[in-house]
């Protein structure tokens, strides 16, 4: 069942087009990526979806209702991972969770949150005083505590460091197991491909692409690099060039070291041509193609940008 429906949403403000006809459905149950580069309208799209923004035209649907009409109900099932500025300094822990639970009819026990969350022995400390990592986790506490069907969560790991980023997407995968529906807003192609089951790339206002990390991967004719070294006494230059194999973009040498960078399925041709020709090579590598080289490919942007 479709728990997100966006169909051909436009807006504008004023002569800045930053949505142009967006449409996506997430299903219950998953984790859907909005990717984008800055001012890639990610933020809108959201918002229109959250029933804060209304679009100039097209049609939104959340859990089957408006969210601009039917805003107040659905607001009962939704959670919004809030940014850094918006809890008081001075808030503890307990008193946070407590107060977010107490917008809700049927919220979760928030003792429960803060044991899954690891962060029981803060129970009592201030706002102010938490880690980056406590922090977000907090955050992302505040976004379940009212048992929501569907979760926003926007920039999950920014500031983190690995270990804590690693920890927050072992909670995310937990929040999933659970059932709860997740639109994951993020600039960390790495994460996306850990957490999300589809993800939509917008790019100037319009969806460019939408798919499975790994079909976003593969969908992308995005360039990858192999490279060999050479065997001294081997027949050393292969007879024909690499440079004239199909889908070959560059080839560099130095050394006995060769890196060839291409398109498609030049890999196989190269290391075929080479075994034709009897070169013997070693250290031979093709690198991984990453979602960061399809976002590359898709929006001519890197995603860190
Ligand atoms: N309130 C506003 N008034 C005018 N222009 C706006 C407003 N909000 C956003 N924009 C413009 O609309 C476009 C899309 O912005 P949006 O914030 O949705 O993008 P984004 O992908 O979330 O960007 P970022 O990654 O930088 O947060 C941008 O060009 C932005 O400058």
């Known amino acids: 069942m479709a728990v997100i429906e966006v169909q051909e949403i436009s807006k504008r403000y004023g002569d800045q087009t930053a949505l142009r006809r967006v449409?996506?459905?997430?299903e219950e149950g998953e984790v859907f990526g909005i990717l984008g580069p800055n001012?890639?309208?990610?933020?809108?799209a959201v918002e229109c979806v959250e029933g804060l923004r209304r679009p100039d035209s097209?049609?939104?649907?959340?859990?089957?209702?408006?969210?601009?009409r039917q805003g107040s109900k659905l607001r009962e099932h939704i959670g919004v991972q809030l940014q850094n500025t918006q809890l008081p300094e001075n808030i503890k822990v307990w008193e946070a969770?407590?107060?977010?639970?107490?917008?809700?009819?049927?919220?979760?026990d928030w003792r429960e949150l803060l044991e899954r969350w690891g962060l029981a022995d803060k129970r009592g400390a201030r706002f102010a005083k938490?880690?980056?990592?406590?922090?977000?986790?907090?955050f992302i506490a505040l976004a379940l505590v009212g048992n929501p069907k569907v979760a926003f969560l926007d920039e999950l790991t920014t500031g983190l460091d690995p270990q804590a980023r690693q920890t927050t997407w072992d909670l995310v995968k937990r929040v999933r197991a659970e059932g709860v529906t997740v639109i994951l807003v993020s600039h960390f192609m790495d994460e996306v491909?850990?957490?999300?089951?589809?993800?939509?790339?917008?790019?100037?206002?319009a969806v460019v692409a939408l798919d499975t990390p790994q079909g976003l991967i593969e969908g992308t004719d995005a360039e990858y690099r192999m490279s060999f070294r050479l065997v001294n006494g081997s027949a050393a230059e292969p007879s024909l060039p690499l440079e004239s194999l199909d889908g070959?973009?560059?080839?560099?040498?130095?050394?006995?070291?060769?890196?060839?960078?291409?398109?498609?399925?030049f890999a196989a041709l190269v290391t075929a041509h080479l075994a034709r020709e009897r070169v013997l090579v070693r250290d031979l590598r093709v690198d991984k193609r990453t979602l960061d080289?399809?976002?590359?490919?898709?929006?001519g942007r890197s995603s860190d940008a």
Request: aromatic share 6%; with cysteine.
């Open 23 to 26: 449409s996506f459905s997430v």
């Open 39 to 44: 001012g890639a309208g990610k933020t809108t």
């Open 58 to 68: 097209g049609a939104v649907r959340v859990l089957g209702s408006d969210p601009l």
């Open 97 to 108: 969770l407590d107060l977010y639970a107490s917008f809700y009819a049927r919220p979760r």
């Open 130 to 138: 938490l880690s980056g990592g406590q922090k977000q986790r907090l």
């Open 193 to 205: 491909e850990e957490l999300c089951d589809r993800a939509a790339v917008l790019d100037k206002g």
């Open 248 to 265: 070959v973009t560059s080839v560099s040498r130095t050394g006995d070291l060769v890196v060839v960078a291409g398109r498609g399925d």
């Open 293 to 299: 080289d399809a976002f590359i490919a898709l929006t």
